[in-house]
Nanobody, 127 residues
């Protein structure tokens, strides 16, 4: 069974960068596609980015392309989400998710398509 733990969230200033981490345990992360989502209270979970099992082919939502960068380091069993130029509207709980998938692109990005989730990390951006 795969366990995912996010870290790196906190209170940050608008305009600052932030790098979130997602550490996998229980299984090697090698054969898992990974994604990042975020959620505000009362809203649906929003897809941000995903990357293939080998960390080579990322996919972004239209709203995150340009400021968000997803990476995956299988040697460290860890994935990352770099967010640049943070905005107050980026305030949310950020989740990483994974599924067993060895494909050259991530096609399915609905949250229901990912069986493994971390507990989330809060990011609060002050203006």
């Amino acid at each position: 069974q795969v366990q995912l733990v996010e870290s790196g969230g906190g209170l940050v200033q608008a305009g600052d960068p932030l790098k979130l981490s997602c550490t996998c345990s229980g299984r090697p992360f090698t054969n898992y596609a990974m994604a990042w989502f975020r959620q505000d209270p009362g809203k649906e979970r929003e897809f941000l980015a995903a990357v293939t099992y080998n960390g080579i082919n990322p996919r972004y939502s239209n709203s995150t392309m340009g400021r968000f960068t997803i990476t995956k380091d299988n040697t460290k069993n860890t994935g990352y989400l770099q967010i640049d130029s943070l905005k107050p509207e980026d305030t949310a709980v950020y989740y990483c998710a994974a599924r067993l998938e060895v494909l050259l692109e991530v096609r399915r990005i609905n949250p229901n398509e990912f069986p493994f989730w971390g507990q989330g990390t809060q990011v609060t951006v002050s203006s």
